[in-house]
């Protein structure tokens, strides 16, 4: 069985950069597509944001239109891990970040719009607060 495990958030300033962290244990994520959600402050988890996807094998990428250009997903098969690196933060950006995997029998490759009830496995979440 898949667990995931969030860690790299905290506090930023505007403009700042966090790389937050998504450690897989139980299978190797390389099989998984895996996603990192925003769940805005007040908002179920059902209602957050696709920020990120990257496909089975890193096989293709995906980003929300607002994050294009500042923040970057990438893969480590060694570490068993998925990031996402996110440059010049924004304070509308504050929020419960979570990492989410899917199996080849859902969807190799990512598309956008992959909401909440797409994914197998979910971790805990890592909170991002973005403020001066």
């Known amino acids: 069985q898949l667990q995931l495990m969030e860690s790299g958030g905290g506090l930023v300033q505007p403009g700042g950069s966090l790389r937050l962290s998504c450690a897989a244990s139980?299978?190797?994520?390389?099989?998984?597509?895996v996603s990192w959600f925003r769940q805005a402050p007040g908002k179920e988890r059902e209602d957050g944001v696709q920020i990120s996807c990257i496909g089975v094998g890193g096989g293709n990428v995906i980003y929300a239109d607002s994050v294009k250009g500042r923040f970057t997903i990438s893969r480590d098969s060694t570490k068993n891990e998925v990031y996402l690196q996110m440059n010049n933060l924004k304070p509308e950006e504050t929020g419960e970040y979570f990492c989410?995997?899917?199996?080849?029998?859902?969807?190799?490759?990512?598309?956008?719009?992959?909401?909440?009830?797409?994914?197998?496995?979910w971790g805990k979440g890592t909170p991002v607060s973005v403020s001066s």
């Open positions: 989410a995997a899917a199996g080849p029998s859902r969807f190799s490759i990512c598309f956008p719009g992959l909401g909440y009830y797409a994914w197998d496995y």
């Open positions: 139980g299978a190797s994520l390389e099989n998984y597509a």
